[in-house]
């Protein structure tokens, strides 16, 4: 019987975020990627969500294999080192980097051997896996595809990758290899299919770097530049342009800081010195001697681009004469937050400039006709589309039909799906738990979902307390009760009714000798709830506290 190769996708399918897939054979494991999503409206109070590893417990994993450094594929490393015993973590030397800065701040450093790749390096061999990394462009810098041979066949997974032809760094997708793997024959194509629903192909980082050129020197004020902390290139090219047109560079946000130091001291950026000032400095010189680089490009409350928009920032503001590009692209669910900032910076008199009015992003992913051009590279027997709602994966598919995979060699799973591959092909034989995690502060995967349901109850309708003494030591007497609201705005008429009902209730069982605490908790949370429903038709959180004194 010929070896299988069970392939698992814990994350990242049917999704945009949380990217993780296993991959098994010969009694080993090896993970590739380990990200993280951001929450939506619907989680409420809850910070990150991961992939479910319960697949995972309890086993030890021979490798965990990361394609390039973005959060959606990085971020849920150390909550994955945490929980599973992992042998090694292989990456390239920029994700090394920032992905060592992430775990030490964690405490989980030594957790697991830390193991730097190179593309120009030969295969590595990990128990029965033997990986190749290919040099893929995209909009943070050292970004791989995986080609990983097993007994049961040869496997490409591409992460996120573009075909740009003019990188800033001078390192393109490696086509040439790309089409050698090709002509050795690969058996199945992971393919990251984010923007497999837009025609035409990806434009080249550096037409960012050629906005910045046209716009820096016709502005006055001080131009601020939001986009996502890994964009290494975007802030080198909006830095250069900056010090051209002799403005100094601030950087403002911790993440954006952090990971500007790891490239610099691993020598991804080069920014002098002498251009560089910390925003405190930045404040005190002429607005048209300022460059500010920051975080927020998301909306994200707490960031430096949101608390600089509603004036919370301790040191840098905007005002008329200034101009914010958002170099990003909203993920989706964070488009409201987006355009609230950007309502807020023009009220302050900002100019802004976003993706819909200027050229100041473009994607990471590749296009349809770069999508065609890998499957035409590489020419596999099966295609299995990830990293992507249904509709992308479902649209990746329709292009590996055009270029001449039959269905029935096409592969459309969703997370938990267990896919093996074998000498006969590539099939679904089963599926695994597979879900979400969230992470709640310091908690990790103790969020219920009754919890996120009682907070979307809170968010919506309120809460009421309805607080009653009761003197047990003297035959039950009742002292009248409080009622305590909180996100529920009714009139007083109302709310001395509920005063009215709950003393009846409590009055009506004490007389009764019915002096349980929880008997008398569930009727006043009865009782009141009704009389709220048939007043309002709404479901406030009802919360009875029986004092015994």
């Known amino acids: 019987m010929s070896e299988s190769l069970r392939i698992i996708p814990l994350g990242g399918l049917g999704e945009v975020g949380k990217n993780m897939t296993v991959y098994e054979t010969g009694g080993e494991i090896l993970v590739v990627d380990a990200g993280l999503a951001f929450p939506r409206d619907e989680h409420l109070g809850v910070d990150l969500l991961l992939p479910d590893v319960g ?33 090694t973590v292989v990456t390239t030397r920029l994700t090394l980097g920032l992905v060592k800065s992430k775990l030490d701040e964690h405490g989980v450093g030594q957790a697991a051997e830390l193991r730097e790749a190179d593309p120009d390096d030969g295969p590595l061999e990990l128990g029965p896996f033997r990986i190749e990394l290919v040099r893929v462009a995209h909009s943070i810098p050292d970004s791989v595809a995986l080609v990983i041979e097993t007994g049961a066949g040869r496997v490409v997974h591409t992460g996120d990758w573009k075909l740009d032809h003019t990188p800033v760094d001078g390192l393109k997708t490696d086509v040439g290899k790309l089409a050698e793997i090709g002509n050795r024959g690969v058996d199945l194509l992971l393919g990251d299919s984010t923007n497999a629903e837009r025609p035409g192909t990806t434009g080249s980082e550096r037409l960012v770097g050629e906005a910045f050129r046209t716009l820096f020197p016709l502005r006055r004020g001080r131009i601020l530049v939001a986009t996502f902390a890994s964009n290494i290139h975007r802030m080198q090219q909006a830095a250069d342009v900056a010090i051209e047109c002799g403005r100094r560079v601030t950087v403002v946000g911790r993440s954006m800081r952090k990971n500007l130091n790891i490239a610099r001291n691993l020598g991804y950026v080069d920014i002098p010195e002498d251009a560089l000032v910390r925003p405190d400095e930045a404040a005190l010189l002429p607005p048209g001697d300022v460059l500010a680089l ?38 989706p669910g964070n488009e409201l937050r987006v355009h609230d900032s950007i309502n807020q910076l023009a ?20 296009h349809q006709e770069e999508l065609r051009t890998m499957l035409s590279l590489l020419r596999p027997r099966y295609v299995m589309p990830i990293h992507g709602e249904y509709r992308m994966l ?6 590996a039909r055009e270029a001449g995979i039959d269905d029935n060699r096409i592969v459309l799973a969703d997370n938990g799906s267990v896919v093996e591959l074998a000498r006969g092909g590539a099939r679904i034989v089963d599926q695994v738990d597979s879900g979400v995690t969230f992470v709640d502060g310091l908690r990790v995967g103790d969020v219920q979902d009754v919890a996120l349901r009682d907070r979307r109850r809170l968010s919506e309708d309120g809460v009421l307390i309805v607080v009653t003494t009761l003197a047990s030591s003297d035959g039950g007497e009742v002292a009248p009760p409080e009622l305590i609201s909180r996100g529920f705005a009714e009139s007083e008429d109302l709310l001395a009714e509920l005063r009215d009902e709950a003393d009846r209730v409590v ?36 919360l009875p506290v029986v004092i015994e004194v």
Request: net charge neutral; aromatic share 4%; hydrophobic share 40%.
């Open 507 to 542: 009055r009506q069982l004490a007389s009764e000798h019915a002096t349980e605490i929880k008997l008398l908790q569930e009727h006043i949370h009865d009782a009141v709830g009704q009389i709220v429903y048939d007043r309002t038709h709404r479901r406030p959180m009802v």
């Open 347 to 366: 009220r302050s008199g900002a100019e802004v400039l976003h993706q819909e009015i200027a050229p100041v992003h473009v994607s990471g992913h590749a």
């Open 55 to 87: 697949y995972l417990r309890g086993r030890r994993v021979r490798a965990v294999v990361l394609t390039h450094g973005h959060e959606d594929h990085v971020g849920g490393l150390p909550y994955l080192l945490r929980e599973i015993d992992v042998q």
């Open 294 to 331: 920051c975080t927020g490009s998301q909306g994200e409350p707490l960031s430096a681009l949101t608390r600089i928009a509603y004036g919370d920032h301790p040191t840098l503001e905007v005002a008329q004469g200034d101009t914010v590009i958002i170099s990003a692209k909203p993920v």
């Open 394 to 399: 479902a649209a990746h598919a329709k292009l």
